[in-house]
């Protein structure tokens, strides 16, 4: 594990070097911050607090920004040679993509945890005379939804690690990535429209917002949820070592 963590600290190191990782999280806290002072305006004094309400959208700002943060993992180490470099080191390939999926995964992990300052605002105003009247913020739905979308940002960016590994340019890999996670993310409708019962099941199935929307967000954690999205990491993770083998042996 000591090459894991190397690995990993590398490339949370990297992230913070990188002016791509700076406008990413400048661009999801301006979007998640606008939609919380949009939805903070409209429950003003009326209705009660909602503490899910940016985690909601947030999983679907995470297909489109997940890929930003691991389209640069494998892609730029193959096309500026250093990747090569790395395969000769004596570590092993599935410690080189643990390591770079759990620096990718840490990073995500640190702009998630900046919205808690959202959670915070709203447990402040609650013991206001103007929201007295209120119910207070119910903290099991937002426990919930912080685990469901730290478990959909793992199994995004573990879709992206992937890609990445595939190609050398950064771009196509990034594409590629957003267009996987957007069908994923849309199977939830599409299992709605298809006729065929089995297949339509089958689709929901592998829908990332089914296992999300339907369960994390409105405070209920089920263990197929969870199975599902470490299962799809693992998955992930498995197929890209495969290909890091298969360069070293060519």
Avoid: C
């Amino acid at each position: 594990m000591r090459n894991v963590r190397i690995v990993a600290q590398r490339e949370l190191a990297q992230y913070f070097l990188s002016p791509i990782a700076y406008m990413v999280a400048f661009a999801i806290l301006l979007l998640t911050g606008f939609l919380f002072n949009s939805d903070l305006g409209q429950r003003a004094g009326r209705l009660p607090p909602d503490g899910t309400a940016v985690l909601g959208v947030f999983g679907f700002f995470t297909v489109f920004f997940a890929p930003l943060i691991t389209m640069r993992l494998f892609a730029e180490e193959a096309r500026e040679g250093t990747l090569e470099l790395m395969l000769t080191m004596p570590v092993r390939d599935g410690d080189v993509v643990l390591g770079k999926f759990l620096g990718a995964w840490a990073y995500y992990s640190i702009i998630l945890g900046l919205t808690l300052v959202y959670q915070v605002i709203w447990l402040s105003i609650t013991t206001f005379k103007a929201y007295q009247l209120s119910p207070e913020l119910d903290i099991g739905p937002v426990i919930s939804s912080y685990l469901g979308i730290w478990l959909f940002g793992g199994a995004a960016l573990a879709v992206g690690l992937l890609f990445s590994a595939i190609t050398e340019n950064q771009v196509v890999a990034g594409f590629l990535s957003i267009a996987t996670l957007f069908i994923l993310w849309l199977g939830d409708f599409a299992g709605l429209v298809v006729q065929n019962r089995v297949i339509a099941q089958v689709i929901r199935a592998l829908s990332l917002q089914a296992h999300y929307s339907t369960s994390f967000l409105i405070g209920v954690i089920r263990f197929e949820d969870v199975v599902f999205f470490i299962g799809l990491i693992v998955v992930m993770l498995f197929i890209t070592t495969r290909l890091l083998e298969s360069r070293r042996w060519r």
